[in-house]
């Protein structure tokens, strides 16, 4: 089975309000097994994890990737849903700490292998590539930002010409009319099927078909009025007792659902905007109805401007991510270089065998 089957989520966002992080927002600490990896850069916390995922994916194991923002072909997670499991990164800036050591949670420490002598050989090179990379990711996450105002806006222009108790009640009837009551737990976990990435704007489309055979469209470029709906359907699901999954928007995390997926019923409420276009199987439903004047209409030209404006930010975005990317390789170039991974190798596998022998 390869990794196309399995659906992909990231758990972080480098956002418009700066870099946002729902790590622990995927994992219980009352009935889970959380296995937090710290180490430096190029220690092999992607490889320990793709151990992890070879093993799950023999044993047939349901599984969910978790890649990273600041470089998708890496790993930030790999979470077993039905066997409550889940190992993370856990270093920054996505930093995790146990808040039950030794009982919900486990530390996987690839700094162990390290040596420090050639760490210390490279210190000066090692202080200039961090710094460089720092100093890129600053300037990205600047672009975002201003991107983000300009996305704001055109957010609340139209939540302000949207009937807002109109949208809540028609999201609690769609709601009703695909969800029923279960007798299970009311449980959320918050991720995202998109992001600003060195490799451009990732959407993962593929992840919505994989887990949902029904899927409801809002055709909401400007996000305000999708959101509204989607935390009426939010809302009533918890309350029915599901399993959720709240995609939240990369760019807007505090303002913009993207998704409300109930894998448990093999259902999808889904934004479709110009990052995504989830068509298949689908009912779609247009904003218009939800719109109370005529004050979007008189602003399309500011609107138009302002996604323009926008996109041509993120576009610089991703190229400084590039940049920030490049100076990362050179900084996991010391640390690999210094590793022992020989003795990581037998360290990780031990690890694992004992995560699917307990």
Known sequence: MTNKHFPHFFLAANSAGGFYSAFNKNY??????????????GTGKSGVMKKFLKVASDLKKQV??????????????????????????????HVVEPT????????????SFWSRKILLKNKNNIIKAAADN?????????????????????????????NIDKAISYGAKLAERYIKKTDGTAQEWVRFLGGITPEGYVFYDRTVDILANEKVIICDELGAVASVIFSGVR????NCGHEIITVK????PNDIIDAIIVPKLKLAFCRQSSFSNITANSRKIHTRRFLINQELNTCREKIKFNNKAAYTLIDAAVKTLKDAKNAHDVLEAFYIEAMDFKALEEYSQNIIENIFNT
């Open 28 to 41: 219980s600490i009352t009935d889970w097994n959380a296995y937090i990896i710290k180490g430096g850069p």
């Open 64 to 93: 969910v990737l978790c890649p990273c923002s600041s470089d998708p072909k890496s790993l930030d997670a790999v979470i077993l849903p039905e066997d409550k499991i889940i190992i993370l990164d856990g270093t920054a800036p």
């Open 100 to 111: 039950l050591p030794g009982v919900c949670e486990q530390i996987i420490n690839t700094g």
């Open 134 to 162: 720092k100093f890129l990711h600053k300037r990205a996450a600047e672009y975002i930002k201003a991107a983000g105002q300009l996305l704001s806006y055109n957010f609340n222009l139209q939540l302000k010409s949207t």
């Open 235 to 238: 809302d009533y699901a918890l």
């Open 249 to 252: 928007n990369p760019i807007l």
